[in-house]
T-cell receptor, first 114, second 112 residues
């Protein structure tokens, strides 16, 4: 069966520090991968999606970047965190060509920038 | 463009009450529609889905019917439990399949 892993679960980082969040999927190949952010009191915002290794599409210009170094690995990064980067970050995957059946989400990383 | 509008709540109910959370959408064509649930401190879980008009999605006593005429996908449950307390998100997948677009979420609080 397919599983998605995100880590760390919780992170407290000072302003100006770098960030690296990792997401991996098991039990499938060539998934579509997504990073979403949920800020306090707000809905879910799509940040990046990827349809293959090295292929990244950015939905919102911001202080973050994403990379997909391997087929089932998706990384969210920042060189210098801002206070506004605080939020709940969710990774998700879906089978290419079967997006109409929904996305599966990881358990999320709660990031607090202080 | 594509968008989802849902009642923001919070919705506060007593146990065994009837639940309706309204959701309407704007989209090109006939997108698949979803309800996701987020329990406190957790990620999102798919609750139910409908992939075409007049489909009814159901799971754990929750139901929603894809209404093309009214572009709606309202979530209902006949008798809520305390354990149903969570945030509920209505969503659609865009025509290109590259994004799941969410409403702002509705917080449900059920008391015993």
């Amino acid at each position: 069966s397919q599983t998605i892993h995100q880590w760390p679960a919780t992170l407290v980082q000072p302003v100006g520090s770098p960030l690296s969040l990792e997401c991996t999927v098991e039990g499938t190949s060539n998934p579509n991968l997504y990073w979403y952010r949920q800020a306090a009191g707000r809905g879910l915002q799509l940040l990046f999606y990827s349809v293959g290794i090295g292929q990244i599409s950015s939905e919102v210009p911001q202080n973050l970047s994403a990379s997909r170094p391997q087929d089932r690995q998706f990384i969210l990064s920042s060189k210098k965190l801002l206070l506004s980067d605080s939020g709940f970050y969710l990774c998700a995957w879906t089978t290419t060509g079967r997006e109409e059946y929904g996305y599966t989400f990881g358990s999320g990383t709660r990031l607090t920038v202080v | 463009g594509n968008s989802v509008t849902q009642m923001e709540g919070p919705v506060t109910l007593s146990e065994e009450a009837f639940l309706t959370i309204n959701c309407t959408y704007t989209a090109t064509g006939y997108p698949s529609l979803f309800w996701y649930v987020q329990y406190p401190g957790e990620g999102l879980q798919l609750l139910l889905k409908a992939t075409k008009a007049d489909d009814k999605g159901s799971n754990k006593g929750f139901e929603a019917t894809y209404r093309k005429e009214t572009t709606s996908f309202h979530l209902e449950k006949g008798s809520v439990q305390v354990s149903d307390s969570a945030v509920y998100f209505c969503a659609l997948v865009n025509q290109a399949g590259t994004a799941l677009i969410f409403g702002k979420g509705t917080t449900l609080s059920v008391s015993s």
